[in-house]
């Protein structure tokens, strides 16, 4: 058989605890959580912000019918929050292999990343309601996709509900329209959101495994785990069972005084579970209790 070579470019990684890699390499799956209890949460808001900062603006250009209905936009922005019942299920992985503020971020007391290989991810999400999207820095790109965004989901129930309604509007009909026009937006903005990040962030070149909302939300079945005093929602990602995606994986110890013990133990958990052997490295940031 002809083993596929794999390099460092090729892969995405899923920086995690000892607990979280054991569980991914026993039930070959990664968990997509809910946005809202991630432990970097507050970054979504930054993409929500830029929105509302637009259609701030834009309010203030309007008068009259326009200016009532788009305040009705900005008004749903505001109640965006974890018991807002809209969730978002993400997966973080990174271009990043060994980076310092990854290792800070997941694996306080040690850890590991997981390199998948991204053409393999690709496949592996095929008909489970994911896509796999690029995180987003820079600020100028950021406002341009909100923008495109807006001028696709709310300019049109703004300067033109009519068209929405087969039949003459009323008042009220307007406003119905509207309300559905608005959560179109959200369902959007939330997806688009979820992938735009402070610029602050950019050394850890992030990609996220984005659930697709475009799914029936009576479809979404998720499961719940605590931390924390916490109840968390999350969904699994399934990966292949097969040798040829495993045989491509790679594991990177992160710093820890521990180092020849964890690539014993490492190996004997893949081979039990993939009946093969994993490249594993070892991070070269010094030890301390990160």
């Known amino acids: 058989m002809n083993e ?17 890699l054991t569980g ?5 799956s990664l968990w997509a959580t809910d946005i809202f209890y991630l432990n970097d949460s507050a970054e979504f808001m930054h993409g929500i912000n830029i929105a509302r900062k637009i259609i701030k603006r834009t309010i203030s250009s309007l008068f009259g019918g326009e200016k009532e209905r788009l305040e009705r936009f900005d008004t749903d ?12 299920y993400v997966c973080s992985l990174s271009k990043a292999e060994n980076e310092l503020s990854q290792w800070r971020a997941y694996c306080r007391g040690g850890g590991f990343s997981i390199g998948f290989p991204h053409q393999g991810l690709v496949d592996a999400i095929q008909g489970q309601h994911f896509e796999l999207k690029e995180c987003v820095y820079d600020t100028k790109e950021q406002e341009r996709i909100i923008n495109q965004l807006i001028d696709s989901y709310v300019m049109p129930y ?8 087969k039949i003459p509007c009323t008042p009220d009909m307007v406003s119905a329209i509207v309300c559905g026009g608005s959560n179109k937006f959200l369902w959007e903005l939330y997806s ?13 070149e992030e990609w996220r495994l984005v659930f697709d909302h475009r799914r029936p939300f009576n479809e979404i079945k998720p499961k719940f785990r605590t931390k924390n005093g916490l109840i968390i929602p999350y969904v699994c990602i399934n990966l292949p069972e097969n040798e040829d995606f495993w045989r491509r994986v790679r594991i990177s110890i992160g710093p820890t005084k521990y180092e020849k013990e964890l690539r014993g133990s490492v190996h004997t958990l893949f081979r039990k579970y993939h009946a093969t052997s994993i490249g594993i490295t070892h991070s ?3 030890f301390r209790e990160i």
């Open 4 to 20: 596929q070579k794999t390099t460092s470019n090729d892969l995405l990684w899923h920086y995690t605890t000892p607990e979280g």
């Open 24 to 28: 991914i390499i026993e039930s070959s």
């Open 77 to 88: 922005l505001s109640f965006i929050g974890p018991d807002h019942n809209r969730p978002v």
């Open 158 to 165: 703004i300067q033109h509900p009519e068209q929405f309604s």
């Open 192 to 204: 688009t959101c979820s992938t735009l990040k402070h610029p602050s962030f950019e050394r850890e």
């Open 284 to 286: 070269d940031i010094p």
